[in-house]
């Protein structure tokens, strides 16, 4: 997921960055800080270039023309699952808040342990959506898979082989390709030849190079470790 940030304030931005990345390695999340914005108009030029699935931080109190709220309304796209957490140092911004359908108030200076609540809750909440499907064809069977039932998908030979809660399923497919297909929904490369859904990671052990996924060990390759907490490089 990409995250942007809005504060007139760099160091205010700063200090978010630092504890957002704090809390997506700490447990495991994908997401990654693509913009730190001072002013309103670099994230409306952001969003107006059709950006993917995104969360943003939007400070209210803006020495500007907008405000936070302004801009959340501005971006706000139909359809789109975009989340906007609003941040202030004015607790009573709470009603305008939840009446502009912002996911979350955050009051500064924001504390990690409110921080990693919110978080843990939106990515959970996104992963959850059982609209969300994904078609894969079998011989002359297409088969319907809710995304958050996905635990892992491997390559093996020329096919890929999800593990889910309702068993495996293999079909013909290119795993970069799935990649691409399933970016948005937490899914994280671990190695050339398996994708994860970051959602059902119980463990990770950084020392032994593995996570645990519903009881079963699996290995991530030195290079892809820094998956577990950027949001996801594609492998070469």
């Known amino acids: 997921m990409n995250i942007v940030l809005l504060d007139d304030v760099r160091s205010h931005n700063q200090i978010l960055k630092t504890a957002v990345n704090n809390v997506l390695r700490k447990n495991g999340l994908p997401g990654k800080i693509v913009l730190e914005a001072t002013d309103f108009e670099q994230v409306l030029d952001y969003a107006s270039k059709d950006p993917p699935l995104t969360l943003y931080f939007l400070d209210i109190r803006l020495e500007q023309a907008q405000n936070g709220l302004d801009v959340l309304r501005q971006v706000r796209r139909t ?11 004015y607790p009573h911004y ?5 009446k502009a359908h912002a996911y979350d108030l955050l009051i500064k200076p924001v504390e990690e342990a409110a921080l990693e609540e919110c978080l843990r809750s939106l990515y959970q909440e996104l992963q959850a959506d059982d609209g969300t499907m994904i078609d894969i064809e079998i011989g002359p069977r297409t088969v319907r898979l809710p995304i958050h039932e996905i635990w892992y998908i491997e390559t093996t030979g020329r096919s890929l ?3 889910t809660g309702r068993g495996l399923f293999t079909w013909a497919g290119s795993l970069s390709a799935m990649e691409e297909k399933l970016a948005p929904y937490s899914f994280i490369r671990i190695h050339r030849k398996c994708l994860v859904n970051s959602t059902h990671i119980q463990e990770w052990n950084s020392t032994m190079g593995e996570i645990l996924v519903h009881g079963e060990r699996l290995h991530v390759s030195r290079r892809m470790q820094s998956n577990l907490s950027s949001g996801g490089k594609k492998a070469p």
């Open 94 to 98: 709470a009603l305008d808040c939840l």
């Open 79 to 89: 359809g789109i699952r975009d989340r906007f957490i609003i941040v202030t140092a």
């Open 161 to 163: 082989c999800a593990h």
